[in-house]
């Protein structure tokens, strides 16, 4: 049985759709819009606030306005990432949610709450949106039984992104046969000796988000939890082996940042960082880069897979037009478009040349070798229903984590303790 605390979180969302869906209509159907001219209005809550992502998001929007009167406005709101799952869930259960919305490792909570309009059937119905193009294996993760509940429009392996001003000056260069975490952390080390600046981040962990940090577990082997999700596996051999890497890196080998220092890669301050494809819409050529799959663990080769969907909730006082908006968002030829930023689910667009034809910073060789060859074996990151109770209490432990003398195993033998109530079986 799920826990009380789990429950009573579900219960509010579950709450939250259905006091509005009743006032709403429900899901849509197939009929056309009965809305009047300019008298709908969209909003899609999203985490970005990069300034070409929302341009393109409005100038598709745009587009679908003009053949669609009853449209008064399209919005995106940029909500911050750290906070996003807890601000989406807080605007579901008191009324204001958006109609359309980014999910991640929120997905599964709204789909178990029915809090999500079911994609399939409009979606296939829609003239030239090519539902079969879109390949399963990437839409598992939105699905449940066959039903597709949000269309998964980014699906990035994390990469390697490489700083090759920062190694020229340290005298490092990289050998991608020999790429592994213990060269990284070596040439990280020789970067922060000559220059000052960091060797290695992981992209959005800041020592808070710690369930991004599989980018780096997953190369020893590890898990968080066990495939049922009932069986914390924080305190594995693996896993103290990997954390014991990171903490040797911090406090021994000084290639990656401590707590407190900030090092952004995109701003020149690090030599490595762990990011998806959509990330390199920040590169502004002011240092020479490159790509690669990411270093090689203990284990040898992996990919981790990083994944956003676009869905509507069912609390949206206009489903049937917010569904109609997201069919056109997300057909092929739109598609194609966002795929300059996000690598794509449809199996006709994912060649190393197609996705460089509309992406400005890397190229098809990059792009080949990083997303369309990691793509197939790429694993997801540990998804759980509850993510925001798991992610704090898991914090809270961790804390302990970065300090010189920080015992390892006994810090997440604990964590384990911390999360036990939590996980319970699918």
């Given at each position: 049985m799920k826990s009380a605390r789990k429950l009573a979180a579900l219960a509010t969302i579950a709450a939250g759709v259905l006091l509005v869906s009743a006032c709403s209509g429900g899901s849509p159907n197939a009929a056309p819009t009965s809305a009047a001219p300019g008298s709908v209005d969209l909003r899609m809550s999203v985490w970005t606030s990069d300034a070409k992502q929302l341009a393109l998001f409005t100038s598709i929007a745009d587009q679908y306005k003009t053949t669609h009167p009853e449209i008064k406005s399209i919005t995106f709101e940029s909500l911050p990432f750290a906070d996003y799952n807890t601000t989406l869930t807080t605007q579901v259960?008191?009324?204001?949610?958006?109609?359309?919305?980014?999910?991640?490792?929120?997905?599964?909570?709204?789909?178990?709450?029915?809090?999500?309009?079911?994609?399939?059937?409009?979606?296939?119905?829609?003239?030239g949106y090519d539902y079969g193009d879109i390949l399963p294996s990437v839409a598992k993760s939105f699905s449940q039984d066959d039903e597709l509940y949000a269309y998964p429009f980014s699906n990035s392996p994390f990469a390697l992104y490489v700083n090759k001003t920062l190694l020229a000056q340290a005298g490092q260069t990289v050998d991608p046969a020999n790429l592994t975490w213990d060269t990284v952390s070596k040439m990280g080390a020789a970067v922060n000796a000559q220059t000052g600046k960091a060797g290695?981040?992981?992209?959005?962990?800041?020592?808070?988000?710690?369930?991004?940090?599989?980018?780096?577990?997953?190369?020893?082997?590890?898990?968080?939890?066990?495939?049922?999700?009932?069986?914390?596996?924080?305190?594995?051999?693996?896993?103290?082996?990997?954390?014991?890497?990171?903490?040797?890196?911090?406090?021994?080998?000084?290639?990656?940042?401590?707590?407190?220092?900030?090092a952004d890669f995109f701003a020149g301050d690090s030599a490595f960082t762990t990011a998806q494809v959509s990330r390199a819409s920040l590169l502004d050529g002011s240092f020479d880069y490159d790509i690669y799959p990411l270093p090689k663990g203990p284990v040898g080769d992996y990919s981790v897979l990083g994944q956003a969907g676009m869905g509507v909730l069912q609390t949206s006082k206009h489903p049937q037009e917010a569904t109609d908006f997201l069919a056109f968002l997300t057909n092929p030829t739109n598609s194609a478009q966002l795929a300059q930023f996000f690598p794509p689910p449809r199996q006709s667009l994912l060649t190393g040349e197609k996705l460089a034809a509309v992406n400005t910073k890397l190229t098809a060789d990059q792009l080949q070798r990083v997303v369309v060859d990691e793509l197939p074996e790429a694993v997801s990151p540990p998804v759980h229903t509850g993510p925001a109770q798991i992610a704090q209490t898991g914090k809270t432990v961790l804390d302990r984590m970065w300090t010189p003398d920080a015992n390892v195993k006994e810090v997440l033998t604990d964590m384990c303790t911390a999360l036990k109530p939590l996980l319970t079986a699918e």
């Open positions: 259960a008191g009324g204001n949610a958006p109609d359309l919305a980014w999910v991640g490792d929120i997905a599964k909570d709204l789909i178990v709450s029915d809090a999500m309009v079911p994609l399939t059937e409009p979606f296939k119905a829609t003239e290695f981040v992981i992209r959005d962990f800041n020592y808070s988000s710690w369930l991004t940090l599989p980018t780096v577990w997953t190369g020893w082997g590890a898990e968080a939890w066990n495939a049922a999700g009932d069986t914390c596996e924080m305190d594995s051999p693996q896993m103290v082996d990997a954390f014991q890497f990171l903490h040797d890196s911090i406090y021994v080998n000084k290639s990656m940042p401590g707590p407190g220092t900030t």
